[in-house]
């Protein structure tokens, strides 16, 4: 039987280190969330 995979808990920090792609990062609750850029 396989081991669940335990879920990573973001941080301010890890979010800080991502990079400036347009993306929008949130982090809610340890979760981070992405929004993708606005298009025409």
């Known amino acids: 039987m396989a081991m669940p995979a335990l879920a990573r808990r973001w941080t301010r920090e890890d979010i800080r280190a991502l990079p400036d792609d347009g993306n929008r990062y949130e982090l809610v609750a340890g979760e981070l ?8």
Do not use: E, K, N, S
């Open 33 to 40: 969330l992405v929004t993708p850029a606005p298009r025409w």
